[in-house]
Antibody, heavy 125, light 107 residues
Framework: QVQLQESGPGLVKPSETLSLTCTVS????????WSWIRQPPGKGLEWIGY???????NYNPSLKSRVTISVDTSKNQFSLKLSSVTAADTAVYYC???????????????????WGRGTLVTVSS | AIRMTQSPSSFSASTGDRVTITCRAS??????LAWYQQKPGKAPKLLIY???TLQSGVPSRFSGSGSGTDFTLTISCLQSEDFATYYC?????????FGQGTKVEIK
């Protein structure tokens, strides 16, 4: 069973860079896409972006200028950096495995099948 | 970005009820829609993809339908463990976007 675990500071100062790492266990990081999703307290979900194990990325345009997602296959980890944070970036940050393809009926799927527990990052001075 | 709008935002129901949640996309997304269930303090869990395909291991009381812009998630006989918040998510175009969520509470 694949397991994901987020790690990183729970408190970041305004204008600084938020940095989180997701460690994947129970399976290889290779051959999959890996994603970050966030959820402000009491609010809905926002997709931040994904990285393929080879290093190709796709980011949400609303965050693109501030986001970098990277992967370290040797450590089975991928990471998120979000620069110039403000209070609006306070959220629970989830890492997740992205599964995409076509099922046996020919239907295209693109979903998050394994998630970390999430980590609350608060932006405050 | 495609906007996903769910209705209602919340409602109360009783165990055994049949409940329906609606998700509307701001433009056509074919059947490229997933539904997730989230319980307090937990990560979301995939229920349905391709608008109507039940993920393995998800109880058959959950079903999804729709295509284009209008979609529904139905729980045929609400169980105690189904009280949660439900999100739709489109994967027709980037950026992937979620609905604002529908909270199902105990009456």
């Amino acid at each position: 069973q694949v397991q994901l675990q987020e790690s990183g500071p729970g408190l970041v100062k305004p204008s600084e860079t938020l940095s989180l790492t997701c460690t994947v266990s129970g399976g290889s990081i290779s051959s999959y896409y890996w994603s970050w999703i966030r959820q402000p307290p009491g609010k809905g979900l926002e997709w931040i972006g994904y990285i393929y194990y080879s290093g190709s990325t796709n980011y949400n345009p609303s965050l693109k200028s501030r986001v970098t997602i990277s992967v370290d296959t040797s450590k089975n980890q991928f990471s998120l950096k979000l620069s110039s944070v403000t209070a609006a970036d306070t959220a629970v940050y989830y890492c997740a495995r992205l599964h995409e393809g076509y099922d046996s009926s020919g239907y295209y799927y693109w979903y998050f099948d394994f998630w970390g527990r999430g980590t609350l990052v608060t932006v405050s001075s | 970005a495609i906007r996903m709008t769910q209705s209602p935002s919340s409602f109360s129901a009783s165990t055994g009820d049949r409940v329906t949640i609606t998700c509307r996309a701001s433009q056509g997304i074919s059947n490229y829609l997933a539904w997730y269930q989230q319980k307090p303090g937990k990560a979301p869990k995939l229920l349905i993809y391709a608008a109507s395909t039940l993920q393995s291991g998800v109880p058959s009381r959950f079903s999804g339908s729709g295509s284009g812009t209008d979609f529904t998630l139905t729980i045929s006989c609400l169980q105690s463990e189904d009280f949660a918040t439900y999100y739709c998510q489109q994967y027709y175009s980037y950026p992937r976007t979620f609905g604002q969520g529908t909270k199902v509470e105990i009456k």
